[in-house]
């Protein structure tokens, strides 16, 4: 358990995973990667920290497993935080990048309170979501006067989301496969509402329609895969999610997205690498080359790769953690000369 201060300004107990090399640590202590999880819900029941191999969200709670084992294989120690709202009290901010950026620089803040073997040299990653924490971290500042950061880890980063998922809210029917899109949505929606009265008191009237209300609890209740069935936000079209006064709702969902939007950031204190997924049905290869380039065109230190998979498949052991692991390494390994 970590403190971090919350969407609300108030400073709050959050959880998360402590993972420290089985080895003796050098004299500077371990350099820390702090990893972002992907999407798993939005509520406790999606809190990767508690839960084992029987929960229904396992496969995107482990996805970053390979990633980590590798770093701990080179004597780099790793912290997983839950989230805002997940392992902690009140509402997950979900894709609201100062929520999820708090949460991975709290986690290095409270360091020395997991162990004092923890170092002051760390590096933000994380995928999907948790990529654009990891994004958002590095251009916050520093977790305390200690610490330095050298890098930034990016997989798969969700960007443009004003784009796909606008385009999505247009949407009239469900398809196989389509659930976990509507499911997606519905977390977005309340995610923006957390830190928008405007959009939450939509939220709360006519901006959703009856049937997307009444799965409204849900979203606390249930994790991602839960929410994808078709007896819950699953069952429901994107387009058929919105109610009478839907088109403002919408309007504010989108710029949240636009206001969160890891293209737009600058000032990253570290080199900055991008792992990106060429069938990447969540942050689309076109969304994704785009950000590639504002980010060259801004003289960001990037480093970037394309691997030939999916949104989650970029975590295989085969593919991102293959090469990503080695440029964490160097980059920390650096720092510690």
């Known amino acids: 358990m ?20 089985y080895r003796s640590a050098p004299a500077t202590g371990f350099p820390i990667v702090v990893y972002g999880h992907m999407t798993t819900g939005g509520g406790p029941r999606s809190a990767p920290s508690t839960a084992d191999p029987t929960h229904p969200e396992w496969r995107r709670m482990s996805q970053g497993d390979v990633l980590c084992d590798a770093l701990l294989a080179q004597g780099i120690a790793v912290l997983r935080p839950d989230y805002e709202g997940i392992g902690g009290p009140g509402i997950h901010p979900y894709l609201i990048g100062p929520s999820l950026a708090e949460s991975m620089i709290a986690m290095v803040r409270a360091r020395a309170d997991f162990a004092a073997s923890l170092g ?42 004003d784009l796909s998922v606008g385009a999505a809210l247009r949407v009239p029917i469900t398809a196989p496969g389509s659930g976990v899109l509507s499911a997606l949505i519905g977390l977005m929606v309340r995610g923006a509402a957390a830190v928008d009265a405007e959009l939450a008191g939509l939220c709360a009237s006519d901006g959703l329609s009856p049937r997307a209300r009444a799965v409204w609890p849900s979203l606390a209740a249930l994790s991602l895969t839960e929410l994808s069935h078709r007896s819950s936000w699953g069952g429901i079209a994107p387009a058929a999610l919105l109610g009478s006064t839907g088109g403002e709702l919408r309007a504010r969902l989108l710029a949240s997205f636009r206001q969160n939007e890891v293209a737009a ?59 990503a692991a080695a440029w964490i390494a160097q980059r920390l390994a650096l720092a510690g000369r």
């Open 120 to 161: 002051d040299t760390w590096l933000a990653a994380g995928h999907s979501e948790g990529a654009v924490g990891a994004l958002w971290a590095s251009v916050s500042p520093e977790p305390d006067e200690h610490s330095l950061l050298v890098g930034t880890s990016a997989f798969a980063p969700v960007t443009r989301m």
């Open 265 to 323: 950031l600058r000032g990253f204190r570290a080199p900055v690498r991008v792992d990106a997924a060429t069938f990447d049905e969540v942050a689309p290869a076109p969304l994704t080359g785009a950000l590639l380039r504002d980010y060259r065109r801004a003289g960001v230190d990037l480093t970037w790769r394309w691997w030939p998979t999916h949104h989650s498949g970029t975590m295989h052991a085969r593919f991102a953690p293959s090469r």
């Open 2 to 21: 970590f403190p971090a201060i919350g969407v609300d300004g108030a400073v709050h107990e959050q959880a998360g995973l402590v993972h420290v090399p």
